[in-house]
């Protein structure tokens, strides 16, 4: 008698019958794909690039991929995955992202990979709603019981700075983020901004004390010598990571950054897949990679970038200036994570505009921290009505110089 004879006269009788009994299909079936572009209001507000993929059973998927100032142009993006996606089983992500990545032959940049990233957020939520579970619960569950979040604060002096930030503090936030460096209406001036940024770090420091969380964003802005004047200006009020010190066409300009300060460095959020970041993690540029997970390709394609972060120990901290798609997105990854830091959110939770836009639950804060979503798939659903509401406005990004009128980065 051979040994798996003998475990399986062993075995319990309804063990025997479980271990024949197939998987029950799912039998879902994507019908249709629609798109929202959904305006944040006020004078030349922001826009939403929302995506809502329906199936057969009644299940409709949602996924974000705003892309700001282009937001037309994403929508347009997603709706040309509908003749490939109508009629495919929305279960088959690994196989769906491949296709509309490999398939159209021309790949990457913010356009294409956002609008691939929308959809796949959406099957995701297609996909946990019909098992009845949460999204982390199918990347292999908790690596963690709760998740660090950061907030966004600023001012336009030192002492704003200080009490903006002390606010956050107070209503409970361990970690906040804000630019510090300073333009003088659409001009940025290499030396001025510079020292105003440190004049407001300053302040901030003293303002929230020594164990909370200051995270930097220079947002490319920098000269890669204003990048080092300022990290190296930096280093004694200790922040918790500067993030987008350069520009992301040559790996070689954040290596010199890199040798030049010993403050923590960032980077990500206009990098796409997990080819565009495996270079960053095999030199050891940054500490925190930053992707975007409405923009990097996905719910899945993030857990892949954060698979090769951690082979090098480099840990996640993820980018995250959208709404509470893609904070709960995000979220999924988060907790299921090893590496993962700290998770960026720009909206803090009571908002009636985003109550509005979205039902069916939400996020739920804890003294800085989010607990696990708790609800089937994503955990939200667009209101169709209200985003009708808000239809599509133009929106124009700031337009920097430097004094001498030639175009600065943003």
């Known amino acids: 008698m051979t040994r798996r004879n003998l475990l399986a006269l062993a075995a319990p009788l309804p063990l025997l019958s479980q271990a024949r009994e197939k998987a029950k299909p799912l039998n879902l079936k994507i019908t249709d794909l629609k798109t929202f572009i959904v305006n944040r209001g006020g004078a030349n507000g922001s826009n939403y690039v929302f995506v809502k993929l329906y199936t057969n059973q009644g299940l409709t998927g949602l996924g974000e991929g705003s892309v700001t100032s282009k937001e037309a142009t994403v929508a347009a993006a997603i709706e ?224 892949k970038i954060a698979t090769i972060a951690e082979a090098y120990r480099i840990e996640l901290a993820p980018h995250n200036p959208q709404s509470e798609v893609s904070t709960l997105a995000s979220l999924h990854v988060d907790f299921s994570t090893p590496n993962f830091a700290i998770q960026e959110i720009t909206h803090r939770g009571n908002e009636q505009y985003w109550k509005d836009l979205f039902y069916g639950g939400g996020i739920t804060y804890d003294k800085g921290f989010a607990l696990p979503p708790d609800r089937p798939g994503l955990g939200v659903d667009l209101d169709e009505k209200v985003a009708a509401m808000r239809p599509y406005q133009p929106h124009t990004r700031q337009q920097l110089r430097f004094p001498d009128g030639s175009i600065a980065d943003h």
């Not at 940049?109 to 939520?125: F, K, M, R, T």
């Not at 990290?231 to 993030?243: I, K, L, S, T």
Request: proline share 5%.
């Open 80 to 303: 040309e995955h509908r003749r490939y996606l109508v009629g495919k089983d929305p279960a088959d992500i690994e196989m769906h992202w491949q296709a509309m990545y490999r398939w159209p032959r021309w790949r990457g940049g913010p356009i294409l990979n956002s609008a691939i990233s929308a959809v796949e957020i959406a099957l995701w939520d297609i996909l946990g709603q019909s098992l009845g579970q949460p999204i982390w619960r199918l990347l292999g569950g908790r690596a963690r019981d709760r998740v660090q979040m950061y907030v966004h604060a600023g001012g336009n002096s030192p002492q704003q700075y200080a009490e903006s930030w002390l606010k956050a503090k107070q209503e409970g936030w361990t970690g906040c983020k804000a630019a510090f460096i300073t333009t003088q209406g659409d001009t940025i001036d290499p030396v001025r901004s510079v020292s105003e940024g440190i004049a407001n770090l300053k302040a901030v420091r003293q303002a929230v004390g020594e164990d909370f969380r200051i995270c930097i964003d220079l947002h490319g802005k920098t000269t890669p010598t204003m990048a080092v004047d300022f990290c190296r200006r930096a280093e004694e009020y200790r922040p918790f990571f500067v993030e987008e010190a350069t520009q992301i066409e040559d790996l070689d300009e954040l290596a010199h950054l890199r040798a030049s300060t010993r403050i923590p460095l960032a980077t990500g959020e206009r990098l796409f897949t997990k080819y565009g970041f495996a270079p960053l993690c095999q030199r050891h540029l940054v500490d925190y990679v930053q992707p975007d997970v409405v923009h990097c390709g996905g719910i899945l394609e993030m857990k």
